[in-house]
């Protein structure tokens, strides 16, 4: 979630595996709440590895997450949890520890941790403690198990950083550090990273954070190491335009709003790139090195960051989108590299032209070639839903 005229979230959890299984015993979630421009995170560590870790860890997430974006009380969200896991048979105990991040539109932030780890709020890169209470449980079942919770209100350049103690305990038994690592080296480790990669992102810091907890196992975690870090960070804007507008008459306008956009800007479409160049009376060029043997070529429009054909580039955008993980390394083509840019972006502005392109109504095109108000859709879907971006369309 961002808040447009303030700040970004850019929230990432990078994990690897218990040596030895094929899931992870941890568990992130995040939820964009936007009715209310809320943005609620979840990291849950199950007792264990492997599949029966998971299954409590994926309870405990879904749980505190939903009861969370529902406004439940602290008590009920923790009762509610952990009266509805699962018994251990081995251990007779249902066992699944949290973090639960709440971030509201204005930056108030509410942080209920339940055995994690605790967590570290940098403000810059200097350690910010928000005055953590503790709150005892009082249920029957629950009676005296304790949360530790916090309020505070989240500036500019602000992380926060969240793990399941496989990071904090990473290295245990060796001769260097045979109790863990720690958490207080832990934090002196995040500082250096954050101090000598100020501009970092929130996906290498926690990777970086990974790969440090893995490397003092022998890169054989002896328990699944999670990381997830929230970074409220200056928002990076970018225009998707494509299509032209409904009406002739109205190009010259479509082209100037265009221009006058603060912010990187793609066009998706040869049509509208020639109105832009025409009305604007800018440079225009067609690309003949062809990088993707599926898609036309780029070209290119003077002022314009990338220039691609429109549909059948739009719909490979969705698929690729769809398919998205972090693993995932982007090629060269036109559809790559607008999936690059969006993601790299966080406010996400989209201009649809209205005018209907005969072309993409001939029967004999593949079934597959959907008009381009419906694949612009699919795509603000996603990058809404999945990436958290904050999304604005507007039709010409």
């Not at 490979?316 to 840019?341: F, H, S």
Request: glycine fraction near 6%.
């Amino acid at each position: 979630m961002a808040q447009e005229n303030n700040f970004h979230l850019d929230i990432e959890c990078r994990q690897k595996f218990h040596v030895g299984e094929l899931i992870c015993g941890d568990v992130f979630l995040s939820r964009k709440i936007k009715e209310e421009g809320r943005t609620v995170v979840v990291l849950s560590d199950g007792m264990g590895s492997g599949v029966k870790a998971n299954v409590l860890a994926t309870l405990t997430a879904s749980m505190a997450i939903n009861f969370t974006a529902e406004h439940k009380d602290l008590q009920s969200i923790a009762a509610m949890i952990m009266e509805t896991l699962p018994v251990c048979s081995v251990r007779k105990v249902s066992y699944s520890t949290f973090t639960i991040v709440d971030i509201e539109e204005d930056g108030t932030t509410t942080i209920v941790e339940y055995d994690n780890p605790e967590t570290l709020i940098l403000r810059g890169h200097t350690v910010f403690d928000p005055i953590w209470s503790d709150v005892i449980l009082n249920s029957e079942i629950n009676k005296g198990k304790e949360l530790k919770t916090c309020t505070f209100k989240a500036q500019k350049n602000d992380r926060i950083f969240f793990w399941s103690d496989g990071i904090v305990q990473s290295g245990m038994g060796s001769k260097a550090y045979p109790f863990g690592y720690g958490r207080e080296a832990l934090s002196e480790f995040v500082q250096q990273l954050v101090i000598h990669t100020p501009d970092s992102s929130s996906n290498r810091l926690a990777q970086k954070v990974v790969n440090m907890a893995a490397m003092r196992d022998g890169d054989k975690p002896l328990d699944d190491c999670s990381c997830g870090v929230i970074y409220f960070r200056e928002p990076r804007t970018l225009l998707l335009a494509s299509g032209p507008a409904y009406e002739m008459k109205n190009d010259l306008d479509y082209a100037l709003r265009i221009q006058a956009f603060e912010g990187k800007k793609i066009i998706a479409g040869g049509t509208t790139a020639e109105i832009v160049a025409r009305e604007l009376k800018l440079k225009f060029d067609i690309n003949q090195q062809a990088l993707d043997s599926d898609l036309p070529p780029t070209s290119f429009v003077e002022g314009i960051d990338l220039v691609t054909e429109g549909i059948l580039t739009l719909a490979m955008v969705a698929k690729i989108l769809d398919r998205y993980t972090p693993e995932k390394r982007l090629g060269l083509g036109p559809a790559d590299q607008v999936v690059k840019l969006l993601l790299e972006s966080d406010n996400i502005t989209v201009f649809n032209g209205t005018q209907v392109n005969i072309a993409h109504h001939d029967p004999t095109l593949p079934m597959e070639l959907e008009i381009r108000r419906t694949v612009l859709k699919r795509i603000v879907h996603l990058l809404e839903t999945k990436f958290l971006k904050v999304v604005r369309i507007e039709y010409f």
